[in-house]
């Protein structure tokens, strides 16, 4: 019988070591390490998210050319709206991360978002079926100027367009953290594979993007808008099938906590604030007492360590907060200055679909002498590059500097955003360039008066500031993405998820205003604005310096933060 009892034992050593701890099966079952998790269910979720980018980009990439075409728009008024936009669908993962987090779970939310996001491009796809209809009369119109779609066709295509940002806002947050969850990282290989899960990740989404820009833009601007906005639709749908048929194998973390993060973080604050005037020493006698040994992050933001008392200065007052909390609570307060200081990184971000994409109209785009490319395809050389040189990051550099720095990452995340702003400065310094160089060629050919003429300079002008861009979102994107997934308590991380996709939300509102403030103050009777209708006599260059200017104070800025930075997690200092 002991035999028999040992030999079972020996036989579920193997099982019980298999074991992922804090991960549940969609069944709120135990689950294995060998069936489930890992490469094996990420790359369900990969496959869900080209598709999304796809989609995404598919309009986003191409819509100022939709505005300032069927819907009539100034390039101002476009760039604002795209803009503006582009901000919303930036800022929604916050509220679509709060509900994953707090009621949802992220499961659920990606499916509610991805249902979202089919009806808007449904939405969207009819308006624009709705137009090209009409759009015949137009062309028999007498006077094609004055033939503007119903007021009623652009409400719905606005509608659409926000139910579409909707629906990104509940699918972006949650599908990255669902698919670094499925990494144990109390596992050594799971972890480093977690690791390079951030760069596979960024390179299959840019690679959906490449495939949107290259396909979807040609379409749009050759074919049917229709179309151009229907295939997203399509293709989202398989999306979600795919997303449902990778259920059985995906993990679900388990919160320990019964207390929602936000109220447990939120309360630190609030106690904190009503113990303002409390001693200095009398917190020191308290965490003495708790047993908190003197370590740098206890003394950053010290204020918050006031909510270790109670109101009466008693720590056994009910509503005391635990040194766990108030040290989550400082987690998320030192991502306050990194997140402000890459804004106008994002602002330099947000001017690759607008104001690059408008210079490309104006060149010579022949590829042969019956083909052209359409303007917004130049885009896919970020995409190029991103996909090109990820594997060289990850492959290569990597492991050079991991054999130098002894650190898993190779270099630190803030080492890695870092190098990307500064090279996104590089891009605005060569984009100012390039747009004086094209101003010039207008004036030496007398195009100045005819903004319809095509510029006799190449398009593959723009190919160094696209291509160098594509090089600094593989540093500074993938190392965002990485540090708000990791700097933040475990229970929040689709907020921190969404925190590093409001970087952009807000850097595309801040775009918005500044082109909005300089068009009014550079406009007038006699001179015309630097984002004039006719980029002949506009002068985006003068834009690209003062966005290269921002971006030199920003870096120094960031620099000064990221050396003070406390790392939450000490592997990655």
Known sequence: MD?????????????????????????????????????????????????????????SSNLISYLTGPLGQSTATAAENVNLWSGTASLLP??????????????????????????GLGCLTLSALVYSLGSSDCENAANNASCSPPRLQIIVFFFSLYIVALGQGGHKPCVQAFGADQFDEQDPEECKAKSSFFNWWYFSFCAGVLVALSVLNYIQDNLSWGLGFGIPCIVMCLALIVFLLGTF????????????????????????????????????????????????????????????????????DSKVCSITDIEEAKAVLRLVPIWATCLIYAVVFSQSSTLFTKQGVTMDRHITSTFQIPPASLQSLISLSIVLFIPIYDRILVPIARSISRKPSGISMLQRIGSGIFLSLLSMVIAALVERKRLATAAEHGLVDDPKAVVPMSVWWLAPQYLLFGVSDVFTMVGLQEFFYDQVPTELRSIGLALYLSIFGVGS?????LISVIEKYTSGPSKDSWFSDNLNRAHIDYFYWLLAG??????IAYVYFAKSYIYNRKGNV
């Open 3 to 59: 035999i028999a009892t040992a030999a079972i034992s020996d036989a579920e050593v193997p099982l019980l070591n298999d074991v992922v701890e804090g991960s549940v099966d969609f069944k709120d079952r135990p689950v294995s390490r060998s069936k489930s998790g890992g490469w094996r269910s990420a790359s369900f979720i990969i496959g869900v998210e080209v598709a999304e980018r796809f989609a995404y980009y598919g309009i």
């Open 249 to 316: 194998t995906f993990r679900f973390r388990v919160n320990s906590d019964e207390i929602s993060p936000f109220l447990r973080i939120g309360h630190v604050f609030v106690r904190a604030a009503k113990n303002w005037h409390t001693n200095p020493s009398a917190i020191s006698m308290e965490a003495e007492a708790q047993g908190v040994l003197p370590y740098e992050g206890f003394e950053q933001y010290k204020f918050l360590n006031k909510a270790l008392l109670g109101s009466k200065g008693s720590s056994q």
């Open 509 to 513: 509102f801040i775009s918005s205003f």
């Open 94 to 119: 916050l509220l679509g991360a709060f509900l994953a987090d707090s009621f949802l779970g992220r499961y659920r939310m990606i499916i509610a978002a991805s249902v979202l996001y089919i009806l």
């Open 550 to 555: 921002f971006s030199g104070v920003a870096f």
